[in-house]
């Protein structure tokens, strides 16, 4: 995940976006903090709007599938990418953008 400072109008709603829709681990010695990829995840209170990135294992179906079982709406079209990889687009509960990038489907 990139960048791994996320604004948030809500901390405490920006926490439990990213905590139950993505299911990052809480700092096990901080159960107040998110950790992605070994660093945590800093949300700060602010109006300011960014794009993060994310990258998982995931193929296409499996990640639709799982932002419809969390309510969440793609913005447009997956984009392609490089060595058949997918970019979908997701705002999380601070409107912020969150490129998902997974694999194409077999």
């Known amino acids: 995940m990139r960048p791994k400072i996320i604004p948030a109008r809500d901390v405490k709603r920006a926490y439990r976006f990213y905590r139950d829709v993505f299911d990052?681990?809480?700092?096990?010695?901080?159960?107040?903090?998110?950790?992605?990829?070994?660093?945590?995840i800093q949300f700060i209170e602010s109006d300011e709007?960014?794009?993060t990135e994310i990258i998982?294992?995931?193929?296409?179906?499996?990640?639709?599938?799982?932002?419809?079982?969390?309510?969440?709406?793609?913005?447009?079209?997956?984009?392609?990418?490089?060595?058949?990889?997918?970019?979908?687009?997701?705002?999380?509960?601070?409107?912020?953008t969150v490129i998902i990038e997974g694999n194409e489907d077999r």
């Open 24 to 40: 990052f681990l809480r700092d096990p010695i901080d159960q107040t903090t998110l950790i992605v990829d070994g660093s945590p």
């Open 49 to 51: 709007k960014i794009e």
């Open 56 to 96: 998982v294992r995931d193929h296409l179906h499996e990640i639709q599938e799982h932002l419809a079982n969390n309510f969440l709406v793609e913005q447009g079209k997956p984009e392609h990418r490089f060595n058949k990889k997918i970019a979908l687009r997701i705002q999380d509960s601070e409107g912020n």
